[in-house]
């Protein structure tokens, strides 16, 4: 089993930026992909960025590249997604989840943390 849990959701106007974290307890968790998901009211689960086991691999989804940005730290027990330009769009419930070795299935979800962009 492994415990994520994120924080550093809140409200920020269209413009700013915000740094989500997600701590990992249980199995080593430099053995996961990890990725970060989120969910808009009345949308589907949608993936915004995953990074690979050592951190040199990455994936954003379109509608993030160039303003997101995942990282990790293996040492910490710690993902990150530093958010910049955020839009109102990208209001939505994040959530951080480790994921099968090169893929984008899911083994296991934090409980999601609070992202608002007012315009």
């Known amino acids: 089993q492994v415990q994520l849990v994120e924080s550093g959701g809140g409200l920020v106007q269209a413009g700013g930026s915000l740094r989500l974290s997600c701590q990992a307890s249980?199995?080593?968790?430099?053995?996961?992909?990890m990725g970060w998901f989120r969910q808009a009211p009345g949308k589907e689960r949608e993936i915004v960025a995953r990074i690979n086991w050592s951190g040199g691999g990455t994936y954003y989804a379109d509608s993030v590249k160039g303003r997101f940005t995942i990282s990790r730290d293996n040492a910490e027990n710690t993902l990150y997604l530093q958010m910049n330009s955020l839009k109102p769009e990208d209001t939505a419930v994040y959530y951080c989840a480790a994921l099968l070795s090169g893929t984008s299935a899911v083994l296991y979800w934090g409980q999601g943390t609070q992202v608002t962009v007012s315009s």
């Open positions: 249980g199995r080593t968790f430099s053995r996961y992909g």
